[in-house]
C-alpha cells in the first residue's frame, strides 16, 4: 500500500469517486473529515480505519455492502499473493477448520488468500487476470465443515452456555465471514492486473436502490422487499407535504383588494382560495409474466403500503388474462416473498397460452372492469409492452385513457430497447405517458411526481 502522503490522498479521492459512481452521495464536507480520520488514525489498524472512513462517508447502514468491498480495493490488506506452493486441498482444510474453531480472523484472512492463490485461478495463460471466489469456495467447500468446526469449539471450551443451536448460528456466521475474505481476496487480485477502478466500477454489487428490476436475483428481489415499508414512509412524507402545498390554491383577487383598504390599497396580504383537494382512486395494471414480475410484485406491495394515501386502490395481474388482486395484496403485504406464488395460484392470468398478451388483457379490462375507472381514478400501467407479435389493441387503452383522470405507463426496460424486437412501447406512448423505471430509485421518484394528490 501506497503510503506517501500524495499516494494516499489519491487512493482517498479514488474511493470517494468509486462510492459516489455506485449512487453515495458525498459532499466535500464529508471528503474532508475523510482526510482527517486517515491522518488521525493512520495505516497500522485497518479495520479501524475502515470504521472511521465509513463513519466520516455514509449515511445509513444499507451503503456499507457498496463500501465494504470498495474499501477492500483501495485500502487492500497487502499486495501479490501468498509464496508459491503446491496446494493441498485437504491440508487446507483441516487449517481452515481450527481457525474458525478459534476464530483467529488473522489467519482466517490469510488461508483466504492461500485459497484463492490454490484454487481460484482460471485461464490458460501464466499472466490470466482470472481469479474466482466462486470457484475457490466451490472447491474448498467450508459450508461442510460445520461438525469439524463444532466439535473443535466445544473441545477447546470455548462454548460455555451455546445451545447447539446457537453455536452452529455462530459457526455460520464464522463461515459467511470467512467467505467475504475470499471474495474480497479475488477482487483485490484482479483489481492488480486490471486496475482498482475498473473492479470497483464493474465487479461491487449496488445498494439495492440502484438494482436493476429485470437483472435482480431471488436474493436481491427478496432485500428489495424489505425496503418497502421505509420506502413507503418517505413517499407517504412527500405526498402529504404536495397535498398541503396544493390546498393552498390560488390567490382570491377580490378578498385581496377588500382586505388591502386597510393598507391604502397595498395588497400586504394575499389571501387564497382554499382548496379541497379529494383523495384521488388509484388502480393499478401489472404485467406479471416473466422477469416483469420482480418489478410489478415491488410496485404492488409499495402502493399497498400507501393505501390511506388514497380513497381506493383496486390492483388488477394480468399475463394474456386479467383478474383482480386488491384481496391477494392485503396478505400479500404480511408475507412479500410470497405474493407472486399467490396471485399466480389462486386468480386467473392465463388463457390457451402461458405469453403476455397485452391487447388481450387490456380489451378485457376496459369490458370487465370498465366501472373500475372514473374521471378521479389515475391508471398505473407497469410492465415492458412486448406483445409477443400480438395485436397491441391501441382502440382498448384509448378506451381507458378516455375515461380515466390520467394513465401513466411505467416501463421497466430502458428506453433504448423500446420499439425493439416485440416491444410495442412507441405506438403505446404515443397514447398514454410512459416512463423508464428500471430500479427502486427510478420508482420512487415517480411515484412522487406522478401520484395525484
Not at 382512486?281 to 415491488?298: H, I, K, Q, R, Y
Amino acid at each position: 500500500m501506497t503510503t506517501t502522503g500524495a499516494g494516499l490522498a489519491e487512493r482517498l479521492t479514488s474511493l470517494v469517486a468509486a462510492l459516489r459512481a455506485h449512487g453515495v452521495r458525498i459532499g466535500t464536507g464529508e471528503s474532508v473529515d475523510a482526510a482527517r480520520a486517515v491522518e488521525a488514525l493512520g495505516l497500522a489498524d485497518r479495520e479501524l480505519l475502515r470504521e472511521g472512513l465509513a463513519a466520516t462517508l455514509l449515511h445509513s447502514a444499507g451503503q456499507r455492502q457498496v463500501f465494504d468491498p470498495v474499501f477492500d480495493l483501495y485500502f487492500p490488506r497487502g499486495v501479490g499473493g501468498p509464496e508459491p506452493g503446491a496446494a493441498d486441498r485437504e491440508e487446507l482444510r483441516d487449517r481452515l477448520a481450527a481457525a474458525l474453531a478459534d476464530d483467529d480472523r488473522t489467519l482466517l484472512a490469510r488461508l483466504a488468500g492461500e485459497a484463492v492463490d490454490g484454487f481460484g485461478s482460471y485461464g490458460s495463460s501464466a499472466g490470466s487476470d482470472g481469479w474466482s471466489a466462486h470457484q475457490t469456495l466451490d472447491r474448498l467447500r467450508p459450508q461442510t465443515l460445520m461438525a469439524r468446526v463444532r466439535d473443535g469449539v466445544r473441545a477447546r471450551g470455548g462454548a460455555p452456555g451455546f445451545t447447539d443451536r446457537l453455536l452452529e448460528d455462530e459457526i455460520r456466521g464464522r463461515i459467511e465471514a470467512f467467505r467475504r475474505m475470499v471474495a474480497a481476496e479475488a477482487r483485490r487480485r484482479v483489481a492488480e492486473r486490471r486496475g482498482r477502478d475498473e473492479v470497483a466500477r464493474r465487479a461491487v454489487a449496488p445498494t439495492p436502490d440502484r438494482v436493476d428490476f429485470l437483472l435482480a436475483g431471488k436474493a436481491q428481489l427478496a432485500e428489495l422487499r424489505r425496503t418497502v415499508q421505509p420506502l413507503a414512509r418517505k413517499l407517504a412524507t412527500r405526498l402529504a407535504a404536495r397535498r398541503r402545498r396544493a390546498s393552498r390554491g390560488s390567490i382570491d383577487l377580490r378578498r385581496t383588494l377588500r382586505g388591502s383598504l386597510s393598507t391604502g390599497g397595498v395588497p400586504m396580504k394575499p389571501v387564497l382560495r382554499r382548496r379541497r383537494p379529494v383523495r384521488p382512486e388509484l388502480v393499478l395494471l401489472c404485467d406479471v409474466s416473466g422477469s416483469v414480475a420482480g418489478f410489478s410484485d415491488f410496485t404492488m406491495l409499495l402502493v399497498q403500503a400507501l393505501h390511506e394515501q388514497f380513497t381506493k386502490v383496486r390492483v388488477f395481474a394480468f399475463v394474456n388474462r386479467i383478474d383482480e388482486v386488491s384481496g391477494l395484496l392485503v396478505h400479500g403485504a404480511a408475507d412479500p416473498e410470497g405474493l407472486g406464488t399467490r396471485i399466480g395460484a389462486e386468480a386467473r392470468l392465463t388463457g390457451w397460452h402461458g405469453s403476455s398478451d397485452y391487447g388481450v388483457a387490456l380489451g378485457e379490462f376496459a369490458e370487465r372492469y370498465g366501472d373500475a375507472v372514473g374521471p378521479r381514478t389515475t391508471v398505473f400501467v407497469l410492465g415492458d409492452a412486448r406483445t409477443n407479435m400480438s395485436d397491441p389493441n391501441l382502440a382498448a387503452l384509448r378506451q381507458i385513457a378516455g375515461r380515466s383522470r390520467r394513465v401513466y405507463w411505467l416501463n421497466p426496460e430502458q428506453r433504448s430497447r423500446w420499439g425493439t424486437g416485440d416491444s410495442a412501447a412507441p405506438v403505446y406512448a404515443e397514447l398514454v405517458e410512459m416512463h423508464e423505471c428500471r430500479d427502486v430509485r427510478q420508482l420512487g421518484a415517480l411515484v412522487t411526481r406522478l401520484l395525484p394528490v
